[in-house]
């Protein structure tokens, strides 16, 4: 089973632009590890944003998108809200089973 | 709109049993792929496993530390998901979630402890 590494920490300023990663043990990610991102907030369940790398869920904001980048996933935030402060998982296919990434705390400071 | 309702959690003792339930409307459950997620206190997503639909086979599929152990399955005349939780561990603690597609419920806390 893959262990899918992603960036414990990272800070915006708001209105900038960020893009967390989402990496496999295993080698690049493609398409064919039909990346999901989720956004939870403390105290809440989780929200899907991103679904086969860069399918937005209809209630997604336009200033998230997904895509492939370098041989990982990528989650880019363009304009950061105060409200994008949360906790962010990528979650890969891995040999029938899925695997989530550890998660990236985004503060918008 | 779609809802996901999990209840059954509890306290339940090492080595006990526990069967937790995820009522689904709002959707053609019986074309859903179901999964459920668990989150220990303070710590990340886990995938714990997924069930196929019965036309695309009705298979299951587990995460290492839960296989031999949970089982999943479902009851499409009832648009309920279910995870049969056996020889429960202290390190099963967590908040479990059900998941279709975008959707998440809200989850229902399970405590393993003696």
């Known amino acids: 089973q893959a262990v899918v590494t992603q960036e414990p920490s990272l800070t915006v300023s708001p209105g900038g632009t960020v893009t967390l990663t989402c990496g496999s043990s295993?080698?690049?990610?493609?398409?064919?590890?039909?990346p999901y991102w989720f956004q939870q907030r403390p105290g809440q369940a989780p929200r899907t944003l991103i679904y086969d790398t860069s399918n937005k869920q209809s209630w997604t904001p336009a200033r998230f998108s997904g895509s492939l980048l370098g041989g990982k996933a990528a989650l880019t935030l363009s304009g950061a809200q105060p409200e994008d402060e949360a906790e962010y998982y990528c979650?890969?296919?891995?040999?029938?089973?899925?695997?989530f990434g550890g998660g990236t705390k985004l503060t918008v400071l | 709109e779609v809802q996901l309702v999990e209840s059954g959690g509890g306290l339940v003792k090492p080595g006990g049993s526990l069967r937790l339930s995820c009522a689904a409307s709002g959707l053609t459950f019986i074309n859903a792929w179901m999964t459920w997620v668990r989150q220990a206190p303070g710590k990340g997503l886990e995938w714990v496993g997924r069930i196929k639909s019965k036309t695309d086979g009705g298979t299951t599929d587990y995460a290492a530390p839960v296989k031999g152990r949970f089982t999943l399955s479902r009851d499409d005349s009832k648009n309920t998901l279910y995870l049969q939780m056996n020889s429960l561990k202290t390190e099963d603690t967590a908040v479990y979630y059900c998941?279709?597609?975008?959707?998440w419920g809200q989850g229902t806390l399970v405590t393993v402890s003696s």
């Open positions: 998941r279709t597609g975008g959707y």
């Open positions: 979650l890969l296919s891995s040999s029938g089973a899925r695997v």
């Open positions: 295993t080698g690049a990610v493609t398409s064919g590890h039909y």
